[in-house]
């Protein structure tokens, strides 16, 4: 007897499975640094990037530059940035890019920040593919510059910041990782807001296995980065609370987080053998570092929509932030994690003091964040709307 196969079946299964087959992107994702040599929360969104897009039968190929600026150029480079503070490694690093994604096939092309400066002046004088280009701004140097005044290098204040509005403003779609960073590119940049899209950062919660200790209580702090990650105001919490009663408890351990070089402050306390440092983590050891913490601090005073922060969330942290408009996006101060001006040192170790005392209250929190993370910002969801942004330009 002969079977009937309705139309709502057909379209539904028999369809739906041819397509599944024969769709595949060919997208090139590219970047300054290669993600994989280079722990950082950019490098971090590319991979999960490739990774789901690969895992969904999209062909994603990852670039970068290979290239050394020679050795003839290197001391005018020198030379520039001592007399101007120009850094010109970025540019060319950035034209450099332009050059080998001139030879990659794509569908879609996404490049991140301000890198994909000589790609985007290619594209406008009509040398460069005109295949659709996504750019994600993770961030912008105008709220940088804004944030620190002084303090952010001229090369950053006329030179990057420049070359991020030419890459926003000739992108076929700007993805933005957070509310805050959409309006800093109107308001700055002058970037339309149709041609922006917001889409959250997010990571895989099942990768940060929470292994808290029991009868301890572990605080770790994020000391990389200078001043753009808030290291001058969370050495002076650190130093606060090494000072406090609170470390004359055993089961009390400080952890930092740094650079290949601990600054000699910081080396000062480690007399207390309740500090541990911890220089340059592998990617590995930084989440294990994260997985056994209870509470994270970082006093950062600008950030897109922090990759670390979220990390740190779903490894199980109460996590104490400072409460600019990007990180209210992330926490919800006093459920999910708490807020406080960056200067105001006494309300953040008040906080410290609080979750020490409070058990019970440090768990909520810890629970609140890893459901947070589960429900917001996860990877998948993060990669599927992107996938959504290539596939409405094509």
């Known amino acids: 007897m002969k079977k009937h196969i309705s139309n709502a079946y057909w379209q539904e299964h028999v369809l739906a499975g041819l397509m599944e087959q024969v769709y595949c992107l060919k997208i090139c994702l590219f970047n300054r640094y290669d993600p994989n040599s280079i722990f950082g929360g950019i490098e971090t969104y590319v991979l999960y990037l490739a990774r789901y897009f690969t895992e969904w039968g999209h062909e994603v190929t990852i670039s970068y530059p290979t290239r050394r600026m020679k050795k003839s150029i290197r001391p005018v480079r020198w030379a520039v940035w001592k007399l101007l503070r120009m850094n010109l490694s970025e540019i060319y690093d950035s034209f450099q890019i332009a050059s080998d994604i001139t030879k990659v096939e794509a569908d879609i092309y996404h490049g991140q ?13 009509g040398m460069g593919s005109r295949k ?13 510059a804004r944030a620190l005044r002084s303090c952010c290098s001229i090369h ?23 509310n805050a960073v959409k309006q800093e590119l109107m308001e700055g940049y002058k970037t339309g807001s149709d041609n922006l899209t917001v889409i959250h950062n997010g990571v895989d919660p099942d990768l940060y296995t929470s292994s808290k200790a029991k009868h301890s209580y572990v605080v770790t ?61 592998d990617e590995a050891m930084f989440r ?16 897109g929509h922090s990759v670390l922060l979220v990390e740190a969330m779903a490894a199980g ?68 709307q992107t996938l959504a942004i290539y596939e409405s330009l094509l």
């Not at 950053?156 to 957070?178: A, G, Y």
């Not at 294990?288 to 950030?303: G, K, M, Y």
């Not at 953040?348 to 890893?370: F, P, S, V």
């Open 113 to 125: 920040g301000q890198h994909p400066f000589g790609f985007s002046v290619l594209r406008s004088i």
């Open 132 to 144: 659709p280009f996504v750019s994600t701004a993770h961030g912008s140097k105008y709220a940088l």
């Open 156 to 178: 950053d204040q006329i030179i990057t910041l420049n070359m991020e509005r030419f890459v926003f403003n000739h992108s076929d779609k700007v993805i933005c990782v957070s």
């Open 221 to 281: 702090f994020f000391l990389k980065g200078g001043i753009r990650k808030g290291v001058d105001v969370a050495a002076k919490i650190l130093t606060r609370l090494m000072s406090g009663s609170i470390m004359s408890d055993n089961s009390v351990t400080v952890q930092a987080i740094t650079d290949r070089t601990p600054a000699n402050w910081l080396l000062d306390l480690t007399r207390n053998k309740s500090l541990k440092l911890y220089q340059n983590p």
């Open 288 to 303: 294990n570092l994260l997985s056994t913490s209870d509470v994270f601090i970082f006093p950062t005073p600008a950030e």
């Open 317 to 384: 942290n109460a996590v104490l932030a400072s409460d600019i408009e990007p990180n209210k996006e992330t926490i919800e101060h006093g459920i999910s994690g708490y807020l406080f001006d960056r200067i105001d040192i006494d309300r953040w170790i008040a906080c410290l003091m609080d979750l020490y005392e409070n058990g019970k209250r440090l768990r909520e929190i810890q629970d609140n964040a890893l459901k947070r993370v589960r429900n917001k910002f996860h990877s998948e969801m993060m990669c599927k």
